[in-house]
């Protein structure tokens, strides 16, 4: 049996795709399914802590943020990703999985706050570590929040799986004749302006050497695919 590719990564997990067909929200299917794959790459031995957003719930530059002051805005939407923490974490619970939630705002009564080490000792304990309020900071998202906390617990690598299957020369969703990259480096994906991450992440990962791998999250098996180093998404590199 051939082994994962990776000891420790950070899975960086779409709030927008907890809705699944839903307008908003959270689908129960759908987070069930996600934690069906986060259990598969789990049971391999792989250390896992994960950073999910908060589009689903509420988004800082939506619409429907529109006249808020934009700071106010932002921590909505990490309160957001508090709540999708905590249903990721009991979805895990119910899976038989151990999960500890971390955030990085106060919030004592509802989640641990972010704590370097404690994490460090959860993912070595093989617990799976939810980090939870982006980065603690508007202006942010959960992209970087994910960039960041890579870095700290020094993660092989990032892994953002979001609702497309990989960096494309231009948003699949608009351009049909956009073509995707196998492989892209950081300044070439930073030079284009291609917006499937924000720059700020690029630019943090980039620094630090750390690659991030950009895969599909509604396509069956792909984080097992992309936890056993085979040829899915893209993968973002020095
Ligand atoms: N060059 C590109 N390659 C791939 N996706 C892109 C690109 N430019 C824009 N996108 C869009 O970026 C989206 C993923 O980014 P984001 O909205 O931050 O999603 P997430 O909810 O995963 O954080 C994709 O769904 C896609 O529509
Ligand atoms: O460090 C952070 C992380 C998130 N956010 C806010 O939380 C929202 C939800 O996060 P994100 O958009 O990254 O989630 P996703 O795209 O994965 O749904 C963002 O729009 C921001 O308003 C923030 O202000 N600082």
Do not use: W
């Amino acid at each position: 049996m051939t082994s994962p590719a990776y000891k420790r990564v950070l899975l960086k997990l779409s709030g927008e795709a907890l809705m699944g067909d839903d307008p908003y929200g959270i689908n129960r299917a759908t987070i069930e399914r996600m934690v069906a794959d986060v259990s598969e790459v789990s049971k391999l031995g792989v250390e896992l802590a994960i950073v999910i957003g908060g589009g689903n719930i509420f988004r800082g530059v939506a619409p429907g943020a529109e006249g808020m002051d934009r700071a106010t805005a932002d921590y909505m939407g990490m309160l957001a990703t508090v709540m999708n923490s905590l249903a990721l974490a009991d979805a895990m619970r119910q899976a038989g999985i151990t999960a500890r939630v971390m955030s990085a705002i106060a919030i004592e009564q509802v989640v641990e706050p972010y704590v370097r080490p404690k994490a460090l000792q959860y993912l070595e304990e093989g617990k799976i570590v939810v980090f939870a309020a982006g980065t603690g900071n508007p202006f942010f998202t959960t992209d970087t929040a994910a960039a960041l906390r890579g870095s700290e617990i020094g993660a092989e690598i990032v892994l953002k799986a979001t609702k497309v299957d990989g960096v494309y020369s231009a948003d699949p969703n608009k351009d049909p004749d956009a073509t995707r990259y196998s492989t892209i480096t950081f300044d070439e994906a930073i030079s284009k302006h291609l917006q499937v991450m924000d720059a700020t992440a690029f630019a943090l990962c980039r620094d630090q050497k750390l690659p991030i791998k950009v895969f599909s999250i509604v396509k069956p098996g792909a984080l097992k695919r992309v936890i056993m180093g085979e040829d899915e998404g893209t993968l973002v590199h020095v």
